[in-house]
């Protein structure tokens, strides 16, 4: 089992064994590898990740959860919901943010759900209605700095339905220029110019399309 957290491009990834994945990641240059879990090597690893030089991390340890816990603990955490949504027809929405092609998500309000947050942020993003939420997705950490703060941004993500091909409204003062549906084996450029987190919401949400055979 692993955690990805991004921290712009860069992926730290806590593992609690060197799996396939882990040992080709660590074939690449510039990755720093830590496995001795303590405060001083979690804020090492978070300096490191950090430096223009590194490509990426890896941290090992058993519990995982523990070790997810420790950088948690390093950061403020400030919990998202979003989602993935889709028409069944091959079709997918992307919207365009701070020159980024993104999925719609948005804070949690205090004592909103994850899955009642992720279809606010939707409807409220994109001008969507009569979204049928179908089933939790997967969850993505990035981080960000804000006013000298390191930033922990957990996301919920869930997978959803459109019951057509709906007109799009982006949420201009939310910095969204732009809705679009996508249809899938059109992807490519608009996944160029994403954030990781995204690409893999986008490919854990089309693996589960395909075989559910819902579109």
Excluded at 27 to 48: D, G, H, R, Y
Excluded at 68 to 81: D, N, P, R, S, T
Excluded at 188 to 200: C, L, R, W, Y
Aim: with cysteine; hydrophobic share 35%; charged share 25%.
């Amino acid at each position: 089992m692993h955690y990805t957290i991004y921290f712009n491009q860069k992926p730290l990834v806590l593992s609690d064994s060197k799996t396939p994945h882990i040992q080709q990641l660590l074939q690449k240059p510039a990755i720093v590898f830590q496995e001795e879990l303590n405060s001083t090597s979690v804020e090492n690893m978070l300096k490191e990740i950090q430096h223009p030089t590194t490509s990426g991390g890896v941290f090992i340890h058993q519990p995982i959860d523990d070790l997810l816990q420790a950088f948690k603990k390093k950061m403020k955490v400030i919990e998202a919901g979003g989602g993935l949504v889709h028409t069944g027809e091959e079709m997918i929405l992307l919207i365009f943010r701070n020159g980024k092609w993104d999925l719609p998500k948005g804070k949690l309000d205090e004592g909103e759900s994850t899955y009642a947050a992720a279809l606010r942020e939707v409807q409220e993003e994109t001008g969507l209605v009569n979204l049928q939420l179908e089933e939790p997705l997967t969850t993505t950490y990035h981080t960000y700095h804000q006013y000298n703060e390191l930033i922990l941004k957990k996301s919920h993500w869930f997978l959803m339905k459109s019951p057509q091909q709906q007109a799009l409204v982006p949420q201009l003062e939310e910095g969204i220029e732009k809705c679009e549906w996508v249809r899938l084996d059109a992807l490519a450029p608009f996944v160029e110019n994403t954030h990781p987190s995204v690409i893999d919401v986008l490919q854990e949400g089309i693996k589960k399309l395909h075989a559910q055979k819902r579109i």
